[in-house]
DNA sequence: AGCATGCCTGACCGATCGGTCAGACCCTGA
DNA sequence: TCAGGGTCTGACCGATCGGTCAGGCATGCT
């Protein structure tokens, strides 16, 4: 089935990330995303050299607004971290709902190959940003509960448009997360 | 290897609680758990009819208390729903925190199968009961992100002891869940 | 016309999956 | 001593997985 313009690949990709993000990666295989697009699983290995490079270029968009987040976390402490990774990361969170869900679940797994192999110490990291860097256990839980339900929320919530979503889960964060103090010292703008 | 104590069924259960728990229903085979086990795929076999029958065996005891705590929250609403539910589904949690790890993320496909068709409308029932039956936005989202947050941070918070976990989740959740008015017409002492 | 190139495909491969089956082994009771 | 039943296993099955390969077809350049 030739195509009138070459848009094959995009098709692809749209399409995996739509199967992926609906019953998980492992859980697709080539020949799903190849009937869903209409073409052959060879098609599919044609225009990607495997299954990961798929995954991976499907997630690197999201994969890139995480990393530039971390980076804007250096240095934060307390409260203005706190802030600022829970808006980044539910701005993020809602623009790439589907990318986060396919995540969902096999994230243990999936962080294992090697394109992702950083992922977990962001995430590691945003988790305690959270937590404004306190090692009290309810901060800690607090972001974990917070970070992992609003992967999951925004993957769920599909339906809903995005300036709902966003308020709603910023004023979730705001209530949720343990206040804790601003642990600068000198207390200025910066640390 | 013949075991002096036929108690291989035993450990059948607790290799396979584990290794779902670890790398999810799909990503483990049989074989996996035989050869944790140390004994033949043939033997797990011989114990369980298939593997659904061993997943929804080890599931069983967790299955069993969310149906009772479906059926405590009839009838409640308000605030009343939303305290008894969030209790109550931390208790669940905390105590089953391998069960809920093995369902994470395959949710969807898991709940096909005809042995877990009702849990569900159980999940849909607690999310509303969690939003104290209130239909904003605010509150559902509010519900689902706890609801997912809880049960992924019971499956990762392992090392910590219950008596920590517990009173940390609830007092997240009294943080976090939007206040709603106690909508029983007669409006006591409780708000 | 002839040729090269990009796109696509059916046929095929080895590995692994869940599951079946006949039979070996061991203990117990008659 | 032997029969029987519970436990366990290696060998095997069909299906499906990700991935390879040679070749077909349309197009554009010379």
Redesign the interface.
Known sequence: MRRTEPETRGEILAAATRRFA???Y??TSLQDIATEVGCSKATVLYHFANKEALLTELMAPAIAMLQSLDDSLVGLTGRAAQQTAAAGFIDLAVRFRREIAVL??????LLQQPAFAHIQRISERMRDALAGHSAQ??AR??A??????????CA??VD?PDD??RP??L??AG??LEPVPDQSPTQDKET
Do not use: C, D, K, Q
């Not at 969902?104 to 797994?109: A, D, H, T």
């Not at 974990?144 to 929320?153: D, K, P, R």
């Open positions: 609906a019953t998980g492992r859980g969902r679940g096999e994230f243990p797994e256990p309810g839980i607090a974990l509960v917070l970070l992992a339900g609003i992967s999951e929320g769920e919530f809903v709902e979503l709603a889960l004023a979730l209530r949720a």
